[in-house]
């Protein structure tokens, strides 16, 4: 059974930190990936990374989060910086190219 867990979020202040993780058990992955969802919004990417390295990020988080994984662990995480109010929502970690896999999401909030 594949079960993905998120850990990390939070409150923090415009202008702060904050660094998601999300281990998968029972499979591995190609492709994972981050995910936001803002409260009355579609949910969208966020950055997603291959086991091979190669990364794609949203036009608007370039440059501020770096999404890395560690293979050995089976994890993949998401460093968020220089966060910005229009960074709040739900971020998901999402396993694979299907859609089938999903943790059940972590809340983001920064502040003004």
């Known amino acids: 059974q594949v079960q993905l867990v998120e850990s990390g979020g939070g409150l923090v202040q415009a202008g702060g930190s904050l660094r998601l993780s999300c281990v998968v058990s029972?499979?591995?992955?190609?492709?994972m990936g981050w995910y936001r969802q803002a409260p009355g919004k579609q949910r969208e990417l966020v950055a997603t990374?291959?086991?091979?390295?190669?990364?794609d990020y949203a036009d608007s988080v370039k440059g501020r989060f770096t999404i890395s994984r560690d293979n050995a662990k089976n994890a993949v995480y998401l460093q968020m910086n220089s966060l910005k109010p229009e960074d709040t929502a739900v971020y998901y970690c999402?396993?694979?190219?299907?859609?089938?896999?999903w943790g059940q999401g972590t809340q983001v909030t920064v502040s003004s």
């Open positions: 999402k396993a694979g190219y299907s859609g089938r896999y």
């Open positions: 990374i291959t086991s091979g390295g190669i990364r």
């Open positions: 029972g499979s591995i992955f190609s492709a």
